[in-house]
Nanobody
Framework: QVQLVESGGGLVQPGGFLRLSCAVS????????MGWFRQAPGKERDFVAA????????YYTDSVKGRFTISRDNAKNTVYLQMNSLKPEDTAVYYC???????????????????WGQGTQVTVSS
């Protein structure tokens, strides 16, 4: 059984930074494409960033480009989301997700991901 556990969320002031982690167990981490999504109150769960199995490809939603960085450590079965220059509109529950990937694929649609974490709250406020 594949399990994903996020950590690193919290309360931060505008302009601050956080680093989210997602530890994966129960599967072959290096075979998964990984993604981060977020869901604000009353809104859909939206795509944030994705990375392929080898870290050779990454993709971001426009609103976080230049501020967020997704990375992974296959030796530690962990994916990260470094979030800099945080804005109040980044406030949401952040979820990591895993998808069994074909070759160097990465995915941006929720439906492409098979496994999800429980989420971690990020609040950006002064």
């Amino acid at each position: 059984q594949v399990q994903l556990v996020e950590s690193g969320g919290g309360l931060v002031q505008p302009g601050g930074f956080l680093r989210l982690s997602c530890a994966v167990s129960g599967g072959t981490f290096s075979s998964y494409a990984m993604g981060w999504f977020r869901q604000a109150p009353g809104k859909e769960r939206d795509f944030v960033a994705a990375i392929n199995w080898s870290s050779s490809r990454t993709y971001y939603t426009d609103s976080v480009k230049g501020r967020f960085t997704i990375s992974r450590d296959n030796a530690k079965n962990t994916v990260y989301l470094q979030m800099n220059s945080l804005k109040p509109e980044d406030t949401a529950v952040y979820y990591c997700a895993a998808a069994r990937a074909y070759v160097n694929a990465l995915y941006v649609r929720r439906d492409d991901y098979e496994y999800w974490g429980q989420g971690t709250q990020v609040t950006v406020s002064s």
